[in-house]
């Protein structure tokens, strides 16, 4: 009995969603907006939440880009670029710009899809193999780098993109599009015109990627890290783009335990880590720039040991053999070199 009461229960509560179903279907789209808690994203009117629903505030703000060489030329509408591009209208269906644009423009016809990045289109749909009279983003499109770039600024600008102005990607002449392709989605994520960032930066880069092939690398052709986990693209107040104020800050990201602070520091690790790794790869142990104890050499060349400079012929196979250049050479007994925090470790003993 008791089951099959459960049973009886059961199926009312079924059937009571069942009819609670269709009269949700049937609810219009602005009787659906009544019913939901009013929100601040675009206003206070109730109609007018109604009309922006689902609508990000970046893309509910897009407008026709400015064409400086088109100062004429009007917009036409997402259908009159279509009649030509459909191949590209198909490539850019799947994008997170196209959802977003083509949701705004749904809720408000004033919103452009097609001309919010390439700017009026009359001119160009009157003379469309005239160069510039559309906004362009390949290299011989007749559109200025600058005009490219701040097209996407006009949505993209600050957070990362703040020292855009000014870096080495702007200086020689880069544009948006050289690393991204906002037309087609090739990558999983950031709209990158490779597969991956790794595969974007080394369409320049190839020196670099090289690097990562030697024996001793960051796990970045493992997949475990990428470019900008240590360098901003877009733009820093350093030379070679890092994400922080200096080469130390970026490894004490992932190397925490190196940071200190120690008793006894080491000068050259606290100036920089580059003064004895080389961050991309190394044919030598732990990304060192020289193997040990040549690389200790360069700067205690003759202190508190006998003055001899250890060659190759120092090796195990050399001709005359040296255990301070076995092993692990001088960290053997020099343990702790970025620093210790041992009263008895001056000399990075312990």
Not at 64 to 89: F, M, Q, Y
Not at 273 to 282: D, I, K, Q, Y
Request: proline share 7%.
């Amino acid at each position: 009995m008791r089951s099959t009461d459960a049973i009886r229960r059961l199926l009312a509560l079924v059937l009571g969603c069942a009819t609670l179903v269709p009269a949700l279907a049937q609810q219009s789209r602005d009787e659906l907006a009544k019913s939901l808690p009013p929100t601040n994203l675009t206003s206070d009117d109730v109609q007018a939440g109604a009309s922006m629903i689902g609508v990000a505030p970046g893309f509910a703000n897009a407008k026709v880009a400015d064409n400086p060489g088109a100062p004429g030329a009007t917009a036409v509408g997402e259908r009159t670029c279509i009649a030509c591009h459909r191949l590209e209208s198909e490539h850019f269906t799947h994008t997170f710009h196209a959802l977003g644009l083509h949701a705004a423009s749904k809720a408000d016809a004033s919103i452009p899809v097609c001309e919010t990045c390439h700017g009026p289109g009359s001119a160009h749909a009157k003379d469309p193999g005239a160069k510039g009279l559309i906004i362009g983003y390949t290299k011989d499109s007749g559109t200025p780098i600058e005009t490219q770039t701040k097209t996407c600024l006009a949505c993209h600008a600050g957070g990362p993109r703040d020292h855009w102005l000014g870096s080495v990607h702007q200086r020689n002449g880069l544009s948006c599009t050289d690393c991204h392709n906002p037309m087609a989605k090739f990558s999983a994520e950031g709209l990158m015109a490779r597969a991956s960032i790794n595969d974007t930066c080394a369409q320049c880069h190839r020196d670099v990627r090289l690097q990562f092939n030697r024996r001793s690398h960051m796990p970045l052709p493992e997949g475990q890290m990428s470019c900008d986990d240590c360098h901003n693209p877009h733009g820093s107040v350093t030379n070679p783009l890092l994400k922080t104020n200096s080469v130390n800050e970026t490894c004490y990201q992932c190397h925490a335990e190196k940071r200190g602070p120690f008793l006894f520091e080491h000068a050259p690790v606290r100036e920089s880590c580059l003064n004895c790794h080389t961050p991309h790869g190394s044919n030598q142990q732990t990304l060192l720039v020289t193997p040990l104890p040549f690389l200790c050499q360069q700067c205690h060349s003759g202190l508190r040991h006998p003055n001899d400079l250890h060659t190759p012929g120092s090796l195990g196979n050399g001709a005359h053999p040296d255990e301070r250049a076995m092993g692990r050479a001088c960290v053997t007994c020099h343990a702790n070199i970025h620093g210790s925090n041992a009263p008895s470790g001056p000399k990075f003993h312990e």
